[in-house]
């Protein structure tokens, strides 16, 4: 007796192992982004001026992944002529690759900012970036196992998250203008801290573009409601996004 094919399963086995393929690159840039992040983080508490430039060094590695990302996304497109579900699946990696670019490209500049912040004294407000960091690398971890596993009910789920760590990020930033008010020599320390704050807000950002297209990706349609935003800093006072 004949038994009928898989839905998820290609005629073409090469097909199936190529999808895979990228899904694994994506993965692994993940993994790589998320070792930044704590990296950075690690050097910041630690005062590790050699840690992190290791982090700045080490993003070549999440760039390099990428371009192979798009290499494998522009061969299937040309040699299998996707449609439907494995359309998205493909056009899903490639602007999830794009957002994982840019969260070790933030895990770096809070590298970068660390290296210049060790010049000076102590700021005591150091201890806050890591509980910031902390909820980043949460909602990363969750929206790539969302992507991992097709789940995109943990993507929706992991896409709620996003308020909370705006709302921690905009306490964070209260604190700082308050340190700086007090004490004006405070100022350019807690500037780049305000600045590494604002990098890890912008991780939880990308992380939250990663669950939409995996619910995009898994249902064909866009989350139906707007994303609840709980960044109130351009209340408090206007500050450059660091893009």
Request: proline share 3%.
């Amino acid at each position: 007796m004949n038994t009928a094919p898989h839905p998820g399963d290609h005629i073409v086995k090469s097909y199936d192992e190529e999808l895979k393929r990228l899904t694994g690159e994506i993965q692994r840039m993940g993994e790589i982004a998320l070792t930044q992040l704590n990296a950075a983080i690690d050097a910041v508490l630690e005062r590790d001026s050699d840690a992190a430039l290791k982090v700045v060094q080490s993003d070549a590695a999440i760039d390099t992944l990428e371009h192979e990302v798009s290499h494998d996304v522009v061969r299937l497109l040309a040699l299998r002529q996707p449609m439907a579900r494995d359309l998205r699946e493909i056009l899903a990696a490639l602007r999830i690759a794009a957002d994982i670019e840019r969260i070790g490209d933030y895990a770096a500049n809070v590298a970068k900012r660390s290296i210049v912040l060790n010049q000076s004294a102590p700021v005591q407000l150091s201890y806050a970036l890591p509980r910031l960091a902390r909820l980043a690398e949460n909602l990363v971890r969750e929206v790539l196992a969302a992507y991992r596993d097709n789940d995109a009910d943990r993507a929706l789920e992991a896409w709620t998250h996003d308020e909370e760590l705006d709302e921690q990020y905009t306490g964070l930033f209260r604190e700082l203008l308050t340190y700086m008010m007090e004490d004006p020599r405070n100022i350019t320390e807690c500037t780049h801290l305000l600045f590494m704050a604002k990098n890890i807000e912008r991780i939880g950002d990308h992380a939250t573009n990663i669950a939409e297209n995996v619910y995009f990706l898994v249902h064909g349609s866009h989350i139906g409601q707007s994303r609840r935003k709980g960044d109130a800093t351009s209340a408090i006072l206007p500050i450059d996004d660091p893009r």
